[in-house]
């Protein structure tokens, strides 16, 4: 396959660089109105202070946690809906992926609806165990997931649609199992694009507000995840609120910086 | 000058709409207020945003469009005074209650605050952010022992809602919040905890229209439907 020549000399058309740019300051301009809020002469005592360091721990355990999840049950759809020719293939992928474009506080509502303590199956369960999911941390965790999933079964799909199928027919002629060619061939050769549907999906849990918040409600220490100590905090303390956002635009810089190499690699 | 009208009118506004800014707990008396104020005034329409009060002094501090302001507590329109996003007199409007909540059917069994010491039940309160959350914070430290709250929703409706949906046993709402719930909560308890009032301030005390909708909130019309959702005299 040919690349297209690079001509990185060219000077860019007037009106492309112009719009460009104005997509440029479009995102910059908000960072700039942000960091000149932070309170950085007391900084290390807000971020250090306990809602904010609850927060964090809740924020990065439970986004690890979602992100799991996600792999665990994703990753066999991914490949389901890749590789099986099954009837209503595509409803069932319309589904899975409905949430990346549904209002996260929709899904809250939905998740409400179907697991709280009164829902369609929460019910029957409270009754018979009185476990319930919201106002719990498993409540996050189930939130996260939600919305996070589609976006690790979108990227494992497209590479497993975008792999050459003749490594796993050759195993399999060799006599693998089925699942051990998944295994032992599939799983190596879709690495890169399976660990960065876990860091995209891990990164969408610690940005999630609205499912959260509708589904598990807001306790410090148990529910209280980082975005929803801004949104209360930005109530009361412009300070702690400011910290708590710079605080996330580092973590979510470090995650950048990690896929580097993924995605801003040529 | 020509530009922006011809831009806000571009995006559905006019001349004519009055912004008001009002409490979440006022949502559903104010909805009323403002049907019966826009009846009286055919040429003035008006336009409710609801939310917590302190996020919206928030917004006002930001430079929100705001004729009249309602806000849960005197506190906050002290901090818009203080900062000078306001320079109007505020009156008082209503006072209101906090009362320990429960859904109709009770299925906490929630009879007395001694109850809420109880594990197994879901209890919430507003975010102590808020107007309702400070006020439930004082009424549980009167009580003398913890409470072990499952949720700090960020504003009062999110929390009358998940009573009404019955997640919750029990919760610390407004008075007006159970009245407005048509049934579907009731109070358990009604302690001895003090009213809070409600100011309401014409944002610009130039303006007439606002001036208007402050009279009739505070009149005897305005009184009657507040009444009928809960709130009492200030």
Redesign the interface.
């Known amino acids: 396959m040919t690349r297209p020549v690079q001509r990185n000399r060219q000077r860019p058309p007037g009106i492309l660089l112009t719009l460009g740019l104005v997509g440029v300051l479009f995102f910059a301009l908000p960072f700039v109105g942000l960091l000149r809020r932070v309170p950085w002469s007391n900084l290390v005592d807000v971020v250090s202070s306990e809602v904010v360091v609850d927060a964090l721990v809740l924020s990065l355990v439970s986004s690890t946690m979602a992100a799991l999840v996600c792999v665990v049950l994703g990753v066999p759809l991914a490949w389901l809906l890749a590789r099986i020719d099954f009837p209503g293939r595509n409803v069932v992928r319309a589904l899975v992926t409905l949430p990346m474009v549904l209002p996260p506080v929709v899904g809250g509502a939905a998740l409400l609806f179907a697991f709280g303590r009164r829902g369609t199956f929460g019910g029957p369960i409270f009754d018979a165990t009185t476990f319930v999911l919201p106002f719990s941390f498993w409540g996050v965790v189930v939130a996260n997931v939600f919305v996070a999933m589609p976006f690790l079964i979108v990227t494992v799909e497209g590479a497993l649609r975008g792999l050459d199928q003749r490594y796993e027919d050759a195993a399999a002629s060799l006599g693998v199992s089925p699942l051990g060619v998944f295994w032992r061939v599939t799983l190596p050769m879709i690495g890169p694009s399976l660990g960065a549907g876990l860091v995209l999906a891990w990164a969408r849990s610690l940005g999630e507000f609205g499912a959260t918040v509708t589904f598990a409600g807001n306790l410090q220490g148990r529910t209280q995840t980082l975005p929803l100590a801004v949104f209360v905090e930005l109530q009361r303390d412009r300070d702690s609120a400011v910290a708590i956002s710079l605080l996330m635009v580092v973590v979510s810089l470090i995650v950048l910086v990690a896929l580097r190499d993924r995605w801003w690699r040529r | 000058m020509i530009l922006t009208g011809g831009a806000l009118t571009s995006c559905g506004q006019n001349d004519a709409a009055l912004q008001v800014f009002a409490a979440s707990s006022l949502a559903g008396a104010f909805t009323e207020l403002a049907e019966t104020f826009e009846e009286d005034h055919p040429d003035t329409e008006i336009r409710l945003n609801f939310a ?1 009060s ?2 919206l002094r ?1 917004q006002i501090e930001d430079g929100a469009t705001v004729d009249v302001f309602a806000s849960a507590n005197l506190a906050i329109v002290g901090q818009l005074l203080e900062s000078g996003a306001l320079n109007n007199k505020p009156r008082q409007l209503v006072a209101n209650t906090i009362v320990l909540a429960v859904p109709a059917s009770n299925p906490g069994q929630v009879s007395a605050p001694g109850d809420l010491q109880s594990d ?1 039940l ?1 209890i ?1 309160a507003c ?4 107007p309702c959350g400070e006020l439930a914070d004082q009424a549980v430290e009167a009580l003398g022992y913890d409470v072990a ?6 504003d009062v409706r999110s929390l009358a809602a ?1 009573l009404e ?3 919750l046993d029990a919760g610390f709402v407004y008075r007006s919040d159970v009245v407005g719930s048509d049934g579907a909560l009731i109070i358990a308890w009604d302690g001895s905890i003090d009213r809070t009032i409600y100011p309401i301030v014409a944002v610009d005390p130039e303006s007439d229209r606002a001036g208007a909708f402050v009279d009739f909130a505070t009149g005897p019309d305005g009184l009657a439907i507040l009444e009928q959702w809960g709130f009492e005299r200030p």
């Open positions: 917590g302190s996020s928030e197994d879901a919430g975010a102590a952010q808020v709250f499952d949720t700090r929703e960020p998940r949906d019955e997640e």
